[in-house]
């Protein structure tokens, strides 16, 4: 049975009954000494498979088959340790890498963009489990077998810089690894919350009630002894905490040859749990509230199939009186939770408060005035992409053919008078009732649909069709167009615009239709937004184009953060010139920054190489001259011309 292992003296080998007692008292013995080891769970203290050590497979050629027994029972004497095999497959696999069992999302996917690609590269796993957790700002997240560091860097930018996350791992070549990498994404995300710390999985390096968050990605299976793990876990977690787990798990029985291989081991196979015993084994323990979040296959060998489960189970809280309306959404006609209270589906029940929030989406928990609390949801009209969104039908009177001076007041050429005070008035063109705080020293207003009419045609026309992959080429084409002024909101969605063609031609995927679509979106941002709103709106724009690159909705965390932190410096770029408005020195602030940062944001780079040599110092009544970063490459041959003033 389970003492295969080990060299028996000769005269316990030998057939008969007395050594096959000996043999089972000595068995039953080990059996009693390890259950004492765990607490009374109630029902369990070990269960049948709980622990497997090592034990040698390939000493004398064996395909791991002939040492049937030594996994099927309680207890093992191999190897007390029970990790060395599992150490050595991994310090092996961060030193020189090993693509077998590397995690299935790419390197340079835009979430991971603040990570050094050591760390993604070496990222061992069946996938993260970090998106699953939401950990929320000012959390305590613990991984385990924290490996690269990928996890716990993805966690450390969800809690912020008043969260803290903890990486543990036994490895001290992933250890390396991790810390080798830690410098810079500190640098990125602009604060450090991040430990990392060396131990094993059945005794936790940490105290009592420490995590909001117990992640773990592929690590598990890989534990000898996976029920002192759990309890471990349970131990570090707050009360009401959460472990967000993604292992490799099974439907059935697995060969004996691939339980007792180290290389299957290793590549987190050898040691998958079943699906049943795996609940089984959480609900002993004391886990409440068990949720699959994700199931999808992960590997065949043979006739064995093996499948990635993203799970979820909680840390019970001590009850309290504390109750709120709950509404059972559905779909079955009845759900009963922990404690065996039964919730009639679209019913109103009162429900504690800690249960009910343990059950998540499953149900609506309501306020005093029946709305719900614990589920963001759009409304119809409210959080639409801005491109999709109606505008309203306004008063307008009779359209005036469009005619356009390229600086100054569009329709007469004079100058634009700003004010804060707010001015009741009609386009000049088409006519529409406007409140606006600008117009100019003749009295004409021109809405920014208007002015933008000519111009975003030919803005639309270039950049969904331009093969250029230089930034200010393409800018100064823009700029160059009779239907594009010296300043106007036309650059506001000229931006977005300029870095979705260029990063398409540098190799991005970005189709046609977000490029419209940013450009769309740019076109709202109104003029004079850089005095009136408190920020560029090439800055905006830029961001925009960012937003579309890297897929930022409201609703997602990490790249609504990364977009947000992209304008931000391309804002603070624009913002330390000071001077007057001037669209085309903030136009080309905002595309050399967007240069500088695309790699790091984007995943790969974009040119701004080309030289933009000013040639509208004399037309523009705000320039800086030599104060401006583009004074000493300005055009030095200008036509004659006088400026024009207001009549």
């Not at 061992?124 to 991984?143: I, K, L």
């Not at 059935?252 to 084994?281: F, H, W």
């Not at 306020?367 to 959080?383: H, R, S």
């Not at 109104?526 to 890297?550: Q, V, Y």
Request: net charge negative; aromatic share 6%; charged share 20%.
């Amino acid at each position: 049975m389970c003492i295969s292992c080990q060299k028996l003296p000769a005269r316990l080998t030998k057939s008969g009954p007395p050594a096959l007692d000996l043999y089972e008292q000595l068995v039953l013995h080990l059996i009693v000494e390890q259950a004492k080891t765990y607490p009374d769970q109630g029902i369990f203290r070990l269960r049948m498979g709980d622990v497997r050590h090592d034990c040698p497979d390939t000493d004398n050629g064996s395909d791991g088959s002939v040492a049937l027994t030594h996994c099927n029972c309680v207890i093992s004497l191999a190897d007390p340790d029970g990790h060395s095999s599992v150490r050595e497959f991994y310090g092996a696999a961060a030193r020189k890498g090993n693509t077998d069992i590397v995690n299935p999302f790419s390197p340079d996917q835009q979430l991971t963009l603040f990570i050094p690609k050591e760390s993604t590269q070496k990222s061992y796993g069946c996938g993260s489990p970090v998106q699953d957790a939401q950990p929320a700002s000012g959390e305590t997240v613990v991984d385990l077998g924290s490996g690269s560091g990928v996890e716990c860097f993805l966690a450390a930018a969800e809690v912020g810089s008043k969260g803290k996350v903890f990486g543990i791992d036994m490895t001290d070549d992933m250890l390396k690894l991790a810390r080798k990498s830690q410098p810079d994404v500190i640098r990125k995300l602009g604060y450090d919350n991040i430990e990392f710390r060396k131990g094993f999985l059945e005794d936790i390096p940490l105290d009592d009630n420490t995590a909001d968050v117990v992640i773990s990605n592929c690590v598990i299976n890989l534990s000898p002894d996976k029920r002192r793990t759990y309890l471990e876990i349970l131990r570090i977690l707050k009360p009401g905490g959460r472990l967000v787990v993604a292992d490799v798990v099974t439907d059935k029985p697995v060969a004996a040859a691939i339980k007792n291989s180290a290389t299957y081991r290793g590549e987190c196979l050898g040691g998958a749990m079943q699906q049943d015993d795996l609940v089984a084994m959480l609900e002993d323990c004391g886990f409440c509230s068990i949720y699959f979040h994700k199931r999808h296959p992960y590997r065949q060998v043979e006739d064995d199939q093996f499948f990635s489960l993203t799970y979820e189970a909680r840390k019970k809280r001590k009850p309290d009186e504390q109750q709120v309306k709950v509404v059972y959404r559905g779909p079955l006609p009845l759900l009963t939770t922990e404690s065996g209270f039964q919730l009639e589906r679209g019913w109103i029940h009162s429900l504690a408060a800690t249960e009910a929030e343990m059950l998540g989406e499953d149900l609506f928990i309501l306020d005093e005035q029946g709305a719900v609390t614990n589920i963001v949801q759009t409304p119809c009209c409210c959080e639409k992409p801005p491109e999709t969104r109606q505008l309203n039908t306004q008063e307008t009177a009779p359209i005036i053919p469009l005619h356009r001076h390229q600086s100054g007041c569009m329709a007469c050429g004079a100058n634009l008078v700003y004010t804060n005070e707010i001015l009741h008035t009609y386009c000049h063109y088409c006519g529409t009732a406007a409140a606006t705080n600008s117009q100019c020293a003749k009295g004409h207003f021109i809405c920014d649909s208007c002015h933008q009419e000519e111009g975003g045609k030919v803005i639309r026309q270039i950049c969904l069709n331009t093969r250029e992959t230089d930034l200010l080429t393409l800018l100064t084409t823009l700029r160059s167009h009779p239907a594009v002024p010296m300043h106007g909101p036309e650059h506001h969605a000229m931006m977005p615009g300029i870095i979705l063609a260029i990063y398409r031609n540098s190799g991005g995927k970005i189709s046609p239709e977000n490029i419209q679509s940013g450009i769309d979106r740019g076109s709202k941002i109104p003029g004079g937004a850089c005095g009136f709103w408190g920020t560029c709106g090439a800055a905006i724009g830029a961001g925009i184009g960012a937003a579309m690159i890297l897929d930022a909705t409201p609703l997602t965390p990490n790249p609504r953060q990364q977009a947000q932190a992209f304008t931000a410096k391309i804002l603070a770029a624009i913002a330390e010139v000071t001077g007057g408005r001037c669209c085309q020195r903030e136009t080309w602030l905002a595309l050399t920054h967007t240069a500088r940062l695309s790699e790091e944001f984007f995943g790969i780079k974009m040119r701004a190489e080309a030289t933009l040599h000013c040639s509208q110092y004399m037309h523009n009544q705000e320039c800086i001259r030599k104060h401006c970063p583009l004074w000493n490459e300005r055009a030095r041959k200008l036509p004659q011309f006088q400026l024009q003033q207001a009549g």
